[in-house]
């Protein structure tokens, strides 16, 4: 196991597997439902490329509660493929909301958001070209004309 690895709370945690295997072609590792045959998960890992990614059901009494209801989830899996626009039409094939198209991004990458339908947000990302780091922040003046960003 890595350092990190991600851990979701989805309402519906089994179909989030499924999602994910038809979206990203996650290979599941293990699934412990809960013992009273309720069809709640208590915890799964599945794999995506190569990195784990740990799911369980929503639990509301243990305070366990997923991003479906919020109007944005405040954190995003990046995900790096071969191809991002392949990748990211699969992922909206099987279900996945587009957030942002997959478009070049100064900072080197071709690089589209999307949201699960659990409430997760995605982002995927092809590198297309080597930025110095003086120039992505030079690009990101203009790219992102901001007064945070644009100092």
């Known amino acids: ?5 991600p851990h979701l709370v989805c309402r519906g945690a089994a179909d ?21 045959g309720g069809g709640k998960l208590m915890h799964a890992m599945i794999r ?9 059901d929503e639990f ?30 699969r992922a909206v094939e099987a279900g996945g ?5 997959p478009q070049d991004m100064f900072w080197g990458d071709r690089y589209g958001v999307l949201r699960d339908p659990f409430g997760h947000n995605w982002s995927l990302a092809t590198h297309i070209r080597d930025v110095s780091p003086e120039e992505a922040l030079e690009a990101s003046k203009t790219a992102m004309p901001c007064p945070e960003v644009a100092q």
């Open 60 to 89: 509301p009494d243990w305070n366990s509660i997923g991003p479906q209801d919020l109007p944005n989830s405040p954190v995003t899996l990046h995900y790096n493929v071969a191809d991002v626009d392949a990748a990211f039409r």
């Open 48 to 56: 995506i490329g190569d990195s784990p990614v740990m799911l369980v």
């Open 16 to 36: 989030a597997i499924e999602f994910y295997k038809k979206a990203f072609g996650a290979i599941e590792l293990v699934r412990m439902p809960v013992p009273d």
């Open 97 to 101: 909301k587009a957030v942002m198209e």
């Open 1 to 5: 196991m890595p350092s990190v690895t």
